[in-house]
């Protein structure tokens, strides 16, 4: 059966969709890609779509989503997909899929990097150095990673995969993830706790918990009060978790020892946003999810997931399974 996979956005950026498009010719699919910014665009370009690929905006609302006949899947490019509207897609029979294996340890990588460099004052060494510094060491600003206590928020599958290396660097894993049974959590030797715990204890804390409305601004100026003095704070899960603000304010006030920030409430982040002046932050512009070999990784699963679909009626990969039953019929 032939059909149309409309690339919303970034074309240019992703392309050129040499593996994708043809994997998709293979089962009769075609590729059309665009770069369009104004959602009211999207139909234009979208009118006969039976499938739409979206890389970051604009946002898929139920609004526009009624106004593509056609289309029968949504696939967002990454793992979190608080750009397409499930519960408006499941009510038009639409399915909405992403790539969950996407980057998974590319991110946990990222973060225990961050958390290193933060840790281990790299950034500021390096800092004072090129510019003709020879800083010298100031008791109580650094301390051995190994035998001090990481608290990971969301340990799904990134935060779990970070879990490991942390265990493997000889640290005691927390960890509060209010969707996993305490079971798994310790099949994995990560002690299940809860947040107000995790905060207690943890000397770093990293956040890998998805974007919701449950989880905006999770890690907020109550509970980074409630943190230890002097922990180290990582997030590479969505800027929208964190309380920015708040993030800025603890660590000019020394309770945050250091950060590392990949992600943040406004992207690209302003260049007058304070936090880029603050103390001891590390900052990296979303880039987290990113190697080549993640890259390769993405594009096979977006195109598995668009086959699989298109050719089954199913995909492992989507994420409003209430759908199921209600699906939009091809001739629809």
């Not at 106004?67 to 909405?96: F, K, M, N, Y």
């Not at 206590?149 to 942390?166: D, E, Q």
């Not at 003095?229 to 309380?243: A, E, H, M, Q, Y």
Request: charged share 20%; proline share 5%; with cysteine.
């Amino acid at each position: 059966m032939a059909f149309v996979v409309v690339q919303v956005d970034r074309s240019s950026e992703l392309g050129p969709f040499t593996y994708e498009r043809a994997e998709l010719a293979a089962a009769g699919g075609e590729l059309r890609e665009f770069e369009v910014t104004d959602p009211a665009d999207v139909v234009g370009v979208a009118k006969d779509a039976d499938v739409l690929w979206l890389a970051w905006s604009p946002d898929l609302t139920g609004e526009l989503l009624a106004q593509l006949p056609r289309c029968r899947l949504a696939i967002r490019w990454g793992v979190g997909h608080e750009q397409i509207d499930s519960a408006a897609a499941t009510e038009l029979g639409i399915a909405v899929a992403n790539t969950p294996a996407y980057g998974t340890e590319d991110v946990a990588e990222h973060a225990i990097a961050l958390l290193m460099a933060s840790a281990k004052r790299l950034v500021w060494s390096h800092e004072q150095m090129r510019t003709g510094g020879w800083p010298a060491a100031v008791d109580g600003s650094v301390h051995r990673i190994q035998g001090r206590t990481l608290g990971i928020i969301g340990v799904g599958r990134i935060g779990s995969a970070a879990a490991r290396r942390g265990l493997g660097l000889g640290l005691r894993v927390i960890g509060y993830d209010n969707a996993r049974p305490d079971a798994e959590l310790r099949a994995m030797g990560v002690e299940p706790v809860d947040l107000a715990t995790l905060a207690a204890q943890a000397d770093y804390v990293s956040v890998h918990t998805p974007y919701s409305a449950s989880s905006h601004h999770l890690v907020d100026a109550a509970l980074i009060a409630a943190f230890k003095p002097g922990t180290i704070l990582v997030n590479t899960s969505r800027g929208k978790v964190l309380d920015q603000p708040a993030v800025d304010a603890a660590l000019r006030s020394g309770h945050l020892a250091a950060a590392g920030l990949d992600v943040f409430e406004t992207e690209p982040l302003p260049a007058d946003d304070p936090i880029r002046s603050a103390p001891n932050v590390i900052l990296t512009p979303h880039h987290a999810s990113f190697s080549d070999e993640a890259m390769m990784d993405l594009r096979a699963e977006i195109a598995s997931t668009t086959i699989e679909f298109m050719t089954t009626g199913w995909a492992d990969a989507v994420v409003n399974p209430a759908v199921r039953d209600r699906l939009k019929t091809p001739d629809a």
